[in-house]
């Protein structure tokens, strides 16, 4: 059975504090992986889309790695703009169009 | 910039009325889909839709139907609303092709039934 699971639920960063966030995943045959930011009441934002691991792609502070089992989200010097849910998606292994979503990460960096 | 509209923020409704969100996209995107998102949930697709009036059931389709006569436009529908439909509704689009390719999603309207 397809799964997206990230880790850990909520995070609480200091201003300029690096750390990681963790998207685990079993599919079979992975054809992507989606990272997104969320704001309070707002549509999902798109940032990184991964298709092969090793892979890597940065914006700014972010940057989104890629092996056969997992993604990292890596956030450097964080500031309160920062803060946000973010999410990575999957597409589901019996669909061509449908994604799983895990249920996020609720960062928060504090000045 | 790929532009998808929802046209409403909010909607308060009652119990047994028949329900419209509407989805509008200007990228000339191939397919359209329909989220809620409920809190320790996550996303879950309720339809999608890869051509004009083509369908297809995601996840947690019962309650809802949906309507697409133009490529650029989605709707979804709920027949009969529920308090157990009170959610946050997202409307998304993405190109077809070969890959798979990212969704960009719309504002999201805050559905509340009574």
């Known amino acids: 059975e397809d799964q997206v699971t990230q880790s850990p639920e909520a995070l609480r960063l200091q201003e300029g504090e690096s750390s990681s966030l963790n998207c685990s995943y079993t599919?079979?045959?992975?054809?992507?992986l989606f990272w997104y930011r969320q704001d309070p009441g707002k549509g999902p934002e798109f940032l990184f889309t991964l298709y092969s691991a090793g892979e890597e792609k940065e914006k700014e502070r972010l940057k989104a790695t890629l092996t056969k089992k997992e993604s990292f989200l890596h956030i450097t010097a964080p500031k309160p703009e920062d803060s946000a849910t973010y999410l990575c998606a999957v597409p589901q292994s019996n669909s061509g169009y449908a994604l799983n979503f895990g249920k996020g990460t609720s960062l928060l960096v504090t000045p | 910039d790929v532009k998808v509209t929802q046209s409403s923020r909010y909607l308060v409704k009652r119990t047994g009325e028949k329900v419209f969100l509407e989805c509008v996209q200007d990228m000339d995107h191939e397919n359209m889909f329909w989220y809620r998102q409920d809190p320790g949930l996550g996303l879950r697709l309720i339809y999608f839709s890869y051509d004009v009036k083509m369908k297809e059931k995601g996840d947690i389709p019962e309650g809802y139907s949906v309507s697409r006569e133009k490529k650029e436009r989605f709707s979804l529908i709920l027949e009969s609303a529920s308090t157990n439909q009170t959610s946050m509704y997202l409307c998304?689009?993405?190109?077809?092709?070969?890959?798979?390719?990212?969704?960009?999603f719309g504002p999201g309207t805050r559905l509340t039934v009574t």
């Open positions: 599919v079979s045959g992975l054809r992507g």
């Open positions: 998304a689009s993405s190109p077809a092709g070969g890959f798979f390719y990212e969704q960009y």
